[in-house]
């Protein structure tokens, strides 16, 4: 079976939203660092009443601190999940799963940036839920893994609820 690069509308649709999430996450957090001044002494700051705040947090792993002792070989990981989805991405006839791609794509370049720069990633929105007196902190997170999430809803829905999209003819 022989698979060639098709491009087109869903691999150019992907390319623009990978761009767009990594540099609006870069963006974002080269702003609250340097024009806000968030650091981890600021107090946090409610952006949506109860359940989110802007609080800096640094995270050395993955996805609710999993795997903080990896070292290089989390990024390694990363490098090669963007090259498979890149090469997915380079496949794909649905421009909804172009999309998707290029969220996922994207959201991981963002925190890959950030280990390169950092050693870890910046994460600042602070995601809780309201129990009585003291609130239930659920994680934080960032625009990246925002992106991320994103394009994993895309690809369920789709696989769920548009079964033929993603099939080649």
Not at 1 to 17: E, N, S
Not at 115 to 123: I, K, L, S
Not at 137 to 147: E, Q
Request: net charge positive; charged share 15%.
């Amino acid at each position: 079976m022989t698979t060639t690069f098709r491009g087109g509308a869903p691999f150019g649709l992907g390319v623009a939203i990978a761009t767009a999430a990594a540099v609006v996450d870069q963006t974002v957090k080269v702003w609250l660092r340097a024009g806000y001044q968030l650091s981890e002494q600021t107090p946090p700051l409610p952006l949506l009443g109860p359940f989110l705040d802007l609080r800096l947090a640094w995270n050395p792993g993955m996805s609710l601190g999993l795997f903080r002792d990896s070292g290089g070989a989390l990024f390694a990981f990363q490098i090669v999940a963007v090259a498979v989805m890149t090469v997915w991405l380079m496949r794909t006839r649905s421009r909804f799963t172009g999309a998707a791609l290029g969220f996922i794509i994207g959201g991981a370049i963002g925190n890959m940036i950030d280990r390169v720069r950092y050693d870890r990633v910046m994460d600042f929105l602070h995601l809780k839920v309201p129990l009585g007196g003291e609130p239930l902190s659920l994680f934080v997170f960032n625009l990246a893994d925002a992106a991320i999430t994103a394009g994993v809803v895309l690809l369920i829905y789709e696989s769920l609820f548009m079964p033929d999209a993603a099939k080649a003819p």
